[in-house]
């Protein structure tokens, strides 16, 4: 049987940093709030880049790091909910920036938990022997769909995009597990992208005491599917939306004392489906998390939509 683990991951932000005093001088806000209620000190900013600079940009660096030509890959998935094209997808922009010949390539919208959904998708294709090499992608430019004169999202959002490049293996060493995803359909008017130029919105506070009560469960499932007590996981890298939603479902879920939380959320603000490669890229690169070592990834808010799945580090 075959499965799929992660060879490399890669990332980019852009260079422009956004303080939280540069935001209070743009609304009525300031650095006490934004760092008590949601824990960011600072956000990047994309100015010229494009969505697909972004997300070449992160391709490029995982694929040098797992020693893949783009030839070799066969499909790439991009999750985004901050495409302004329709056609050419995001996806198929990229492996054309690449120069990937012929890969299967899809855009997926399942908004802040893409990334765990696109990971899961490309693992599935593998697993079916409908590709051998892939690239998933996270990437937005959130920034495009930010009211810059709301301050309950524009102190929130950010741009950014990180990648992974997954190949196929036997059964016995596989580094993606088993996905626990879902939706609540009656909760999906809790963020909203809408409107000609769109824009977004959500109810704080409803995916707030939804990510607070519901994610340790479902979270703990994936560990379960996977063979594994949470206290045996090395890291966990859960959407990176709110610092005191990452503690909270951390605290719930009983994992060792010297396990690895993502807090990226401090540094990069809310970057949607780039959020989890994006934090987990930079816990590989700078040697928190190590090969082979077992990270609980978990995504969750539009749609209200939820995935999550344990990897294993490259
Ligand atoms: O990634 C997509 C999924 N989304 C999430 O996971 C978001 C989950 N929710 C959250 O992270 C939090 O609910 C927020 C960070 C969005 C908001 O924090 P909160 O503690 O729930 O604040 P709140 O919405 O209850 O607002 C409290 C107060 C309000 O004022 P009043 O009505 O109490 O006078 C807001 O108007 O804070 C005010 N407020 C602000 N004050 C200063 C809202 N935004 C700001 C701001 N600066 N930027």
Redesign the pocket.
Known sequence: MTASRIVALGHYQPPKILTNDDLSAM????DQ??RS??GIRARHIAEDETLVDLATSAAQKALARAGVTPDQIDLVAVATCTALERSPNTAAAVAARLGIPTPAAYDLNT??SGFSYALATADHAIRAGAATRALVIGAERMSDIVDWTD??TC??FADGAGAAVLEAVPDDRAGIGPVVWGSDPEKNEA?VISGWQPIIS?Q??T??RW?TTQVAPLARQACEKAGLDPSELRGFVA?Q??LR?IDAIAGKLGLAEDAVIARDVIESG?T?AASIPLALSKLVERGELHSGDPVLLFG???GLAWAGQVVRCP
């Open positions: 609304v009525d806000t300031d709030w934004i209620r949601v908004v802040c301050r309950t102190v929130i963020v959500q704080g506070q995916v707030f990510a959407h939306a709110n939603i809310n949607s969750f808010g539009g």
